[in-house]
T-cell receptor, first 116, second 112 residues
């Protein structure tokens, strides 16, 4: 149990377009989801915390108008990279915390974004 | 702020060798400490954790002890297997705070 999926697993897009990444908890309800970004050979950096039904809380330095996060249900959060540019190319990972147990984060497999 | 410093990789070992991956941290208060593992093509999975000083987390033959005096949480395994090949991440969360701070990850490759 506690499976988190992401879609797509990888995406290539042109500069200036927007890309939506989905994060789903497949077999549990998640009150909180997190979005991370990982550059090659670097740590996972927390971008934002998303709570179902409320606005996301962004970490310092993350542009909320560029990285739109929606958490409309207990099993789905989406990250939209708006007007993507080559510097947005990265590996984006989500995680979710179960509604009934607030201890462990369950991670998705990640989405690799390449902006040309 | 919180930070995690992790042994750089990649690390290559022969099967049945002893493994140590070093991890030290900087944090205020009493953080919880974690090791996550990422197998090829999969998401991060919690390997083990410790929530207070001197606690030992263990799972699948891996162990790590929360050492407050040295601010360390080194990962060890007495005899590694090819199936242990993965990327290992050390992480912490502040007391009462679910946000995780990660180390850079260590890629481990075990050769038969």
């Amino acid at each position: 149990g506690a499976v988190v999926s992401q879609h797509p697993s990888w995406v290539i897009c042109k500069s200036g377009t927007s890309v939506k990444i989905e994060c789903r908890s497949l077999d549990f309800q998640a009150t909180t989801m997190f979005w991370y970004r990982q550059f090659p050979k670097q740590s996972l950096m927390l971008m934002a915390t998303s709570n179902e039904g409320s606005k996301a809380t962004y970490e310092q330095g993350v542009e909320k108008d560029k990285f739109l996060i929606n958490h409309a249900s207990l099993t789905l959060s989406t990250l939209t990279v708006t007007s993507a540019h080559p510097e947005d190319s990265s590996f984006y990972i989500c995680s979710a915390i179960r509604r009934v147990s607030q201890e462990t984060q369950y991670f998705g497999p990640g989405t690799r974004l390449l902006v040309l | 702020g919180n930070s995690v410093t992790q042994m750089e990789g990649p690390v290559t070992l022969s099967e049945e060798a002893f493994l140590t991956i070093n991890c030290t941290y900087t944090a205020t208060g009493y953080p919880s400490l974690f090791w996550y593992v990422q197998y090829p093509g999969e998401g991060l999975q919690l390997l083990l954790k410790a929530t207070k000083a001197d606690d030992k987390g263990s799972n699948k033959g891996f162990e790590a002890t929360y050492r407050k005096e040295t601010t360390s949480f080194h990962l060890e395994k007495g005899s590694v297997q090819v199936s242990d090949s993965a990327v290992y991440f050390c992480a912490l969360s502040g007391f009462g705070n679910e946000k995780l701070t990660f180390g850079t990850g260590t890629r481990l490759t075990i050769i038969p």
